[in-house]
């Protein structure tokens, strides 16, 4: 009984060991699956391509969507996109803001689920600062505010703002 005791333990160690690695490396800033704390070229190559590309941009506003698409979908991706392009245009050409679409249900993607909680179509405002973890808020009442294009849009334009200002 004594051997089937040290083996026992011996595969807990090393399944322990294992999940640590596995977390490290997951967390590591390399990897690649960190949310938004640095922006590789594969992050880049995995989306649509940002309007603005800046090696550290201040915030990303994200559009994260599935392969299955509905009209609903569809008005996210578009007011959102609109709002961007026409009211932060000096934000996303000196580099402070990036906007990207990203679908998800690609592999290089699938992490985004976990980094952002996601849980279905979603607006994500990401703050990036040196040193610091990135601060994040996913944009939940767009699902209420999509009839309402200029609701929708005073919404998800003041959320920007916050993030664009200084301090969080």
């Known amino acids: 009984m004594k051997a089937k005791t040290i083996v026992t333990i ?31 070229a594969p992050e880049v190559a995995a989306v649509n391509e940002p309007v603005a590309v800046a090696a550290n941009p201040e915030v990303v506003v994200y559009y994260f969507h599935g392969t299955v698409r509905c009209p609903t979908c569809r008005k996210f991706e578009s007011y959102c996109d609109e709002l961007v392009r026409e009211d932060f245009s000096e934000e996303l050409n000196d580099g402070r803001l990036q906007w990207r679409i990203v679908n998800v249900d ?6 985004y689920v976990n980094d952002y909680q996601l849980y279905t179509k979603s607006i994500v405002v990401v703050k990036s600062e040196a040193g610091q973890p990135p601060r994040w808020k996913n944009l939940d009442k767009i699902w209420e505010l999509v009839r309402d294009k200029q609701a929708f849009v005073g919404y998800v334009k003041e959320e920007i703002n916050e993030y664009l200002r200084a301090d969080l």
């Open 10 to 40: 011996v595969l807990l160690l090393f399944v322990a060991a294992s999940g640590g690695y596995l977390a490290v490396k997951e967390l590591s800033p390399g990897s690649g699956t960190a949310p938004a704390s640095n922006n590789s």
């Open 106 to 111: 690609e592999p290089e993607n699938k992490h």
